[in-house]
Nanobody
Framework: QVQLVESGGGLVQAGGSLRLSCAAS????????MGWFRQAPGKEREFVAAITGIGGRTNYADSVKGRFTIGDNGKNTLFLQMNSLKPEDTAVYYC????????????????WGQGTQVTVSS
């Protein structure tokens, strides 16, 4: 498995930006899809964005498309750039690593970070 540690959450006003980071360690030498998920209070965890371990193709939830950008810096660090934030983006954001180079469903991911809180005020 892969150990994941998120950082960069916080409180921001609507329309603002935040950048989340996820540092990966452990079995990072095999290509894996990486993703971000989020869970708002009283709701189930949902997919936000993912990037494939081969080819670097990205995939986004419709609710964040055009506002969020997922990427990696090639040094085992995943990021999520979040722009034009809305109050409905408020949630705990989780970084996740998949078992294989491709995947976007929650069931594809077997390593999870502890989560970082993002709060967007109106």
């Amino acid at each position: 498995q892969v150990q994941l540690v998120e950082s960069g959450g916080g409180l921001v006003q609507a329309g603002g930006s935040l950048r989340l980071s996820c540092a990966a360690s452990g079995r990072t030498f095999t290509p894996r899809a990486m993703g971000w998920f989020r869970q708002a209070p009283g709701k189930e965890r949902e997919f936000v964005a993912a990037i494939t371990g081969i080819g670097g193709r990205t995939n986004y939830a419709d609710s964040v498309k055009g506002r969020f950008t997922i990427g990696d810096n090639g040094k085992n660090t995943l990021f999520l750039q979040m722009n034009s934030l809305k109050p409905e983006d408020t949630a705990v954001y989780y970084c996740a690593a998949a078992r294989a180079p491709f995947g976007a469903k929650e069931a594809d991911f077997d390593s999870w970070g502890q989560g970082t809180q993002v709060t967007v005020s109106s």
